[in-house]
């Protein structure tokens, strides 16, 4: 399992096997370039993505059916002309895949917070968004992300007085409950698309897999019945009062992912749990180990899980600390500022809380099993 050096196994579920991919839209590096095979499902372009339900049960005890004689009613035109302005496409350029990537935001602060997943920005060097489909590009920056939880707070630059959506209250949805999506369908920006749907069960859980071995597992979701589709990550999810009660994420397919498709089985993130994360983020992240305030620290490394301890190295990235400390492809990285590498996992940690700037020592086999020190200081990377 090849990973940088921020990727993390995750969870495994018995659960029915069902296929699934994250939201956010790819394009190739050339110009122009087809997207039907480029979809970003995790952090790497191109990757077929499994996934697993554990079906939850509602409060009755019964499966989270439901049914359409009370799916209840909204207009999307009205909901969306309040919605719409709030709602920002988001544009990335890859650090490392020489592609783009698109995908959906929510403005929620007038002075240009913006929330969307994590993976819309994961691996982005650039962030660009436009509000509501026109006028100008903005530049945007990253003020934490939490990985785990797939969520991403950024900051538009050079904004104020923005209008913002209306946050709702998503412990109190229910299956049956009528949804507006809204988001940047197929990443081709101008008006956000809209898609009527309704709940269909609540506090579900996937779990995605990359193909490699690395899974991500997201818990406590809405599971919603409305066509979503690629570009649509992190877009809002409404109720018929046009309140915020999730942020798209994922969707459940059959077969390829292609760019004119979507699925009408898809999963959203609860407004209440990303808003919990924004607050942490604010301030300054807390006891929380899955959330990152700031600039990413890189050393500069690709790593996989070795057959002995350690993170085995598969590549260095040029000019970078790794580089500079003579860390090369086939050493094994066993400790990072004191605290032992024993996995890609491991290391994933050990970077967690530590920021470009931080002078770290880093210790690693060769691949004779010698040992090597160096102290390096780290430089600012992508999103993870």
């Known amino acids: 399992m090849e990973t940088s050096e921020t990727l993390t196994g995750g969870r495994t579920s018995n659960a029915p096997r069902l296929a699934l991919v994250l939201l956010a839209l790819v394009a190739g590096a050339v110009a122009g370039a087809s997207a039907d095979a480029t979809y970003l499902a995790a952090r790497q372009v191109s990757r077929s993505v499994a996934a697993s339900t554990a079906i939850a049960q509602n409060s009755s005890g019964t499966n989270p059916s439901y049914s359409s004689s009370n799916s209840g009613s909204l207009d999307p035109t009205s909901i969306a002309r309040t919605v719409d302005p709030a709602v920002v496409d988001i544009t990335t350029t890859l650090a490392n895949q020489g592609g783009q990537a698109a995908g959906t935001g929510m403005v929620i602060t007038s002075s240009g917070e913006v929330l969307t997943n994590n993976h819309v920005i994961a691996g982005a060097s650039r962030i660009s968004v436009q509000i509501a489909g026109s006028g100008p590009m903005y530049s945007a920056k990253v003020l934490g992300t939490d990985k785990t939880d797939d ?68 818990s406590g979701l809405l599971q919603v019945r409305a066509l979503i589709q ?55 992240g807390g006891s929380s180990p899955n959330i990152h305030v700031g600039d990413r620290a890189l050393l500069g490394v690709s790593v996989q899980d070795g057959s002995s301890s350690g993170a085995l190295v598969v590549g260095v990235q040029s000019g970078s600390p790794a580089e500079s400390a003579g860390l090369a492809a086939g050493d094994a990285i066993i400790s990072v500022g004191g605290a032992n590498v024993t996995s890609a996992g491991t290391l994933t940690v050990a970077m967690q809380a530590r920021h470009p700037g931080d002078r770290v020592a880093v210790s690693w086999l060769d691949a004779a099993g010698n040992q090597h020190d160096a102290t390096v200081a780290l430089i600012a990377g992508p999103p993870a």
């Open 151 to 218: 969520i991403a707070l950024l900051q538009i630059q050079g904004v104020s007085k923005l209008r913002t959506v209306s946050i709702g209250d998503s412990s109190r949805v229910v299956a049956g409950d009528a949804v507006l999506a809204i988001g940047n369908a197929l990443g081709q920006g101008g008006t956000p698309a809209a898609s009527q749907g309704v709940v269909t069960a609540v506090d579900q859980t996937i779990t995605a897999g990359d193909g490699s071995g690395s899974t991500e597992t997201l």
């Open 230 to 284: 690629p570009g649509d990550s992190g877009g809002p999810l409404v109720d018929a009062s046009g309140n915020v009660i999730g942020m798209d994420a994922a969707a459940q397919v059959s077969g390829r992912f292609a760019q004119s498709s979507g699925s009408t089985n898809a999963y959203a993130i609860p407004i209440d749990a990303a808003m919990s994360v924004v607050k942490m983020i604010r301030a300054g």
